[in-house]
């Protein structure tokens, strides 16, 4: 039992806490003024009924027929979500899909914590601690609400809260199809990329995936040509390194496992 005189200095410790392990407002972004959580978990659901609608845009591994694929994710995830780094662990969907295209060597998420994860990006990578930082760094981008925040810069949040709102359906249908099309190509910040790189680095360090891994992924990707879109961002790949590596040796800098083999099992069960 706590006495009166500790609960202010509870209190105190919890929003400090809050603080700590909330993300924090970029400089060059727009805050989210009436948007809020509900409506990203909302527009996340919208735009992901439009991708289930859509085969021929988003060729989707089917869950039942790749269940041991899918099963296999909802580890990874697991173990993330279990880093107790995030701020929307119990709020947002961690819905995970593999969309079939060897092609395009990428990932993205909706607001809400839908991601989607294509085979080419699947295939490029040679170790499960990489794929862990790839998927770290997407759910770091909904759980830091910058997709919610890119979408309501370029289409405002009064439209985005009519989507939600399904007010016009039929007016409003190609614009859903559109905002979803245009998920996999969304410019974020360079502040939001830094961002989204260090909060992989912190989500992935209490597991036991090597939390530096996010930054071979770089070095790897570098190489391909033509550059893979997960690359096409602002900052440089060379300063992203860093910066991962900054806030891995910030956090103590001790390496976990690369799981070579595992990661090879998972490539066999994608087409
Ligand atoms: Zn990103």
Not at 79 to 107: E, H
Request: charged share 15%; net charge negative.
């Amino acid at each position: 039992m706590k006495t009166t005189s500790e609960i202010p200095f509870i209190l105190f410790f919890c929003a400090v806490m809050i603080f700590i392990v909330s993300c924090s407002k970029s400089d060059d972004s727009i805050p989210l003024t009436v948007f809020s959580v509900s409506d990203d978990i909302g527009l996340g659901y919208q735009m992901d009924q439009e991708i289930l609608d859509n085969p021929q845009e988003y060729p989707l591994l089917d869950s039942i027929q790749y269940v041991a694929a899918y099963a296999h994710l909802d580890q990874i995830r697991n173990a993330v979500l279990a880093s107790g780094k995030l701020t929307y662990t119990n709020d947002f969907a961690w819905k995970f899909r593999i969309i079939r295209n060897d092609s395009v060597v990428n990932a993205f998420c909706t607001p809400g914590g839908y991601i989607y994860i294509y085979t080419g990006i699947i295939k490029a990578l040679n170790n499960e601690a990489q794929f862990a930082g790839v998927l770290a760094h997407e759910m770091a981008h909904a759980d830091c609400r910058h997709t919610s925040e890119q979408l309501t810069l370029v289409y405002g949040e009064t439209l985005l809260l009519s989507l939600i709102l399904g007010n016009n359906p039929s007016e409003l249908a190609e614009l859903v199809s559109a905002i979803a099309l245009g998920l996999g190509n969304l410019a974020y910040s360079p502040s939001h990329e830094y961002e989204a790189d260090s909060y992989a680095v912190k989500y992935l360090y209490p597991t036991q995936y090597d939390a530096a891994s996010l930054g071979d992924f770089f070095t790897i990707m570098q190489e391909e040509s033509p550059k893979p879109i997960f690359l096409s961002a602002h900052p440089s790949p060379e300063d992203r390194l860093t910066k991962i590596n900054e806030a891995f040796a910030s956090l103590g800098g001790v390496h976990g496992q690369l799981y070579f083999d595992t990661y090879q099992q998972f490539k066999k069960l994608i087409p």
